[in-house]
């Protein structure tokens, strides 16, 4: 009974050599995310939205793919798409983005794996391949700076 309340209320997940897609792998992650991100008064954080759009690039690419078999290379191949762009047969062109926007959007991948971990939906050593890849590094990408931030302008009184 423990469990089944530790676990949201949901069926014991599967183990960690279950024949899980990324697809099913992501279902279930916003099953809890949807639960998770969200304000004290029940309204919907940004971070769904952001991980959305994290979310859409790596199941376009992998859905198929086995959760346990997805590795740095498909990491990197998903990383891929947010420097270069790409075409999204459902949602249309998808604009490069801005290296602090491919890091932060990479970093959300591998917080659906870290949670698939937690939850035994993936063996441990996915995620730990998973946290080899580095961010990108600034002046070492091809991905562009995202637009310096200005001071406020002091007021006068």
């Known amino acids: 009974m423990l469990e089944w309340e530790a676990n949201e209320r949901h069926l014991i997940n599967a183990p960690a050599d279950a024949d899980l897609t990324i697809t099913e792998l992501i279902d279930r992650f916003w099953r809890h995310a949807q639960t998770y991100y969200r304000h004290p008064d029940g309204s919907n ?3 769904l939205t952001a991980l959305t759009y994290s979310l ?8 198929a793919t086995l959760a346990k078999e997805f590795g740095p290379s498909a990491l990197k191949g998903v990383r891929e798409l947010f420097v270069t762009g790409y075409e999204h047969p459902k949602y249309g062109p998808q604009k490069p983005l801005c ?8 970093k959300r991948i591998r917080r659906v794996f870290r949670w698939a971990v937690e939850n035994e939906l993936v063996p441990p050593s996915t995620l730990h391949g998973l946290q080899a890849v580095a961010p990108l590094k600034r002046g070492r990408t091809t991905a562009k700076e995202s637009a310096p931030v ?5 007021g006068g009184s």
Do not use: M
Not at 56 to 62: E, F, G, P, Q, T
């Open 150 to 154: 200005k001071p406020v302008a002091r």
């Open 99 to 106: 290296r602090n926007q491919v890091n932060a959007r990479t």
């Open 45 to 47: 954080t940004g971070e």
């Open 56 to 63: 859409r690039a790596l199941r376009y690419l992998h859905g």
